[in-house]
């Protein structure tokens, strides 16, 4: 008998393409659609690629509550983030006005290697501390400013955490300073009910193989009255008003468009199903005890951070690699192997940094997967825990090791045990 594949929790990362977004991208693949170029509007072929383009650029602008000709295609939203944050800085740089920018030290690496380019180049960055679970208040962000700020850069749901700041009120502090601000959200785009406009931000960034569309293709919302500025990343061609030339890509832009219309229409649903799920594997994994939440009850509804104290997270993704794909954090730095910055900030000890996980759900994933991947989860840490001096609850208590971690445990945290 085949064994089943392991379950895909790991839908923060990346999500599995939509069947109908696949059908539209292959519309624009082959046949006669396929040969336009996007801006050869002189023929039919290339006014046709032209109108999949815009269409497209309006199924994204609603889904976020945003004018479509302020969203400009990028290759995701890593290339969006840094569009932003080096287009806007270097902008008010070479003009003398400005140098300084706010973000916070639980960012995607996207925009906190961002900042560190731009203070090689002469920038100043003032990088906030988030409380202890990861929230950051609006108060805070508003004292950071200075005379001299350019932008504030913060992302609207954390991807290791899903801890949400309040945006709009964020924004609405802002509203008294000449700073620009940009928003990530690549996470909540999709998942969290979105009105760009309303809240008064100035970019924002969106990737489409986050909400079920293709990998390499994004979007950066680039408020177009009174119209930003930017400096662009790279020249040539004129696209995109300037700040991404380029030939786009037209079926990776007619995947994202869909991709972004059939998740406004399975905003609701998809949202009431995520935390249940999510509700479901937090309940059959605090059976262990010793276990962890990193963030809020109240964050996005995919994801689940939790640490599993008296074991090593090593030892314990061994144990897991056939049944379930997670993530020991964001995906763009999985490679280097080194613990979560995130948690770190939040304040969460190396010990148990070193043992926590993402779990990330998705639209299709069922209450028979979250079911199966607990019992695994339970079964890994009854047997790593029998094999060390860290005991779990089968052996009487968890131990020493994991006692001083939860006393060292950040407030915003919460301990099952």
């Known amino acids: 008998m085949?064994?089943?594949?392991?379950?895909?929790?790991?839908?923060?990362?990346?999500?599995?393409?939509?069947?109908?977004?696949?059908?539209?991208?292959?519309?624009?693949?082959?046949?006669?659609?396929?040969?336009?170029?996007?801006?050869?509007?002189?023929?039919?072929?290339?006014?046709?690629?032209a109108a999949a383009v815009e269409k497209a650029?309006?199924?994204?602008?609603?889904?976020?509550?945003?004018?479509?000709?302020?969203?400009?295609?990028?290759?995701g939203a890593t290339e969006a983030n840094n569009l932003a944050l080096l287009g806007a800085v270097r902008f008010a740089m070479k003009r003398g006005r400005g140098r300084h920018l706010v973000s916070c030290r639980t960012e995607h690496k996207a925009v906190l290697e961002a900042c560190a380019a731009l203070e090689r180049?002469?920038?100043?960055?003032?990088?906030?501390?988030?409380?202890?679970?990861?929230?950051?208040?609006?108060?805070?962000?508003?004292?950071?400013?200075?005379?001299?700020?350019?932008?504030?850069?913060?992302?609207?749901?954390?991807?290791?955490?899903?801890?949400?700041h309040d945006i709009a009120a964020i924004a609405d502090t802002l509203r008294s300073c000449p700073v620009l601000f940009h928003v990530d959200a690549a996470q909540s785009a999709g998942r969290l009910p979105l009105a760009v406009a309303d809240w008064g931000v100035d970019?924002?960034?969106?990737?489409?193989?986050?909400?079920?569309?293709?990998?390499?293709?994004?979007?950066?919302?680039?408020?177009?009255?009174?119209?930003?500025?930017?400096?662009?990343?790279?020249?040539?061609g004129g696209q995109e008003r300037g700040m991404r030339p380029g030939t786009l890509a037209t079926h990776q832009i007619a995947g994202m468009g869909l991709a972004c219309a059939l998740a406004a229409e399975r905003i609701d649903t998809d949202s009431a199903h995520l935390l249940a799920m999510r509700r479901r594997l937090w309940d059959r994994l605090s059976e262990a005890g010793g276990v962890?939440?990193?963030g809020r009850w109240d964050g996005a509804p995919h994801i689940l951070n939790v640490g599993f104290q008296g074991v090593h997270g090593e030892a314990l993704e061994t144990e897991l690699e056939d049944a379930v794909a997670i993530s020991t954090g964001s995906a763009c730095a999985s490679a280097d192997a080194t613990p979560s910055h995130v948690l770190r900030a939040m304040g969460v000890p190396d010990t148990l940094v070193i043992s926590s996980f993402r779990f990330s759900l998705g639209r299709t994933t069922r209450a028979e997967d979250v079911d199966r991947?607990?019992?695994?989860?339970?079964?890994?840490?009854?047997?790593l825990r029998s094999f060390s001096a860290v005991r779990g609850e089968e052996g009487g208590e968890i131990g020493t090791e994991a006692r001083q971690g939860n006393a060292a445990v950040s407030a915003g945290s919460k301990v099952l045990q």
């Open 2 to 49: 085949t064994e089943a594949p392991p379950v895909y929790l790991d839908h923060a990362a990346t999500t599995p393409v939509d069947p109908a977004v696949v059908e539209v991208m292959m519309r624009w693949l082959s046949g006669a659609d396929a040969m336009g170029n996007p801006s050869s509007r002189g023929h039919c072929y290339g006014r046709g690629a």
């Open 121 to 164: 180049e002469g920038a100043e960055v003032t990088l906030l501390d988030p409380a202890p679970d990861g929230s950051l208040c609006p108060g805070r962000v508003l004292d950071a400013v200075r005379d001299d700020t350019v932008l504030v850069s913060l992302m609207h749901v954390n991807n290791e955490t899903g801890v949400i």
């Open 373 to 383: 991947v607990a019992r695994s989860v339970l079964q890994g840490l009854r047997r």
């Open 57 to 75: 650029r309006q199924q994204v602008a609603a889904l976020v509550g945003a004018e479509p000709e302020g969203i400009v295609w990028t290759s």
């Open 203 to 236: 970019m924002v960034s969106l990737s489409a193989h986050k909400l079920y569309g293709p990998k390499g293709v994004g979007a950066l919302y680039v408020r177009p009255r009174p119209r930003l500025r930017i400096e662009p990343l790279a020249y040539g």
């Open 292 to 294: 962890v939440l990193h």
